[in-house]
């Protein structure tokens, strides 16, 4: 079900207009996930396996694999191992990272940190969160800013004045 039709249906529920919802999370081409779809089933198709094709590399590249959530699909094994055996990163390690917004920035820098050091010399970051699973629908006042999805970034070695310059 498309999302403008989702928040139409959670602002009536709620009370709240219409508009207002719309005017806060206008999002005409994003989709409420599943129930049935896994944290990891999102990051790897929406997120990982997008953003290795615009890289250009394969998922056997990958040294490691930070997953940034606060809703893992469960405690073990992490949303990162589950990640890395659905885009078949069998070279890769992986593990979650766990600090609610912040958790994608977090790991942004742990990966850069990674690379930088010389320990890796790919690392995917993947921040993917399902927020419809531990949300309650009937709550105004956070319904309708919070959603599913996911986003990756993979973090390399570049050359001189290019990438991550400062934090």
């Given at each position: ?14 009370g ?7 005017e ?24 990982l ?6 890289r ?11 997953a ?12 990162a191992?589950?990640?890395q ?37 790919r ?19 956070t ?25």
């Amino acid at each position: 079900m498309p999302m403008i039709r989702i928040l139409l249906l959670i602002a009536l529920l709620l009370g709240a207009a219409p508009v207002q919802a719309l005017e806060i999370t206008f999002r005409p081409d994003a989709e409420v996930e599943a129930v049935a779809v896994t944290l990891a089933d999102i990051a790897r198709a929406a997120a990982l396996k997008a953003a290795l094709a615009n890289r250009g590399v394969g998922a056997d590249t990958l040294d490691a694999i930070i997953a940034c959530t606060v809703t893992p699909d469960m405690m073990f094994p992490c949303t990162a191992a589950l990640i890395q055996d659905k885009v078949g990163a069998s070279k890769a390690y992986g593990f979650d990272l766990n600090a609610a917004c912040s958790s994608f920035l977090f790991g942004l820098s742990t990966a850069a940190a990674m690379v930088a050091s010389g320990a890796v010399q790919r690392v995917a970051v993947v921040g993917c969160d399902v927020m419809t699973s531990i949300m309650n629908p009937k709550d105004r006042n956070t319904v309708v800013l919070f959603g599913d999805g996911a986003g990756a970034v993979i973090v390399e070695r570049v050359e001189e004045g290019y990438g991550i310059l400062d934090f």
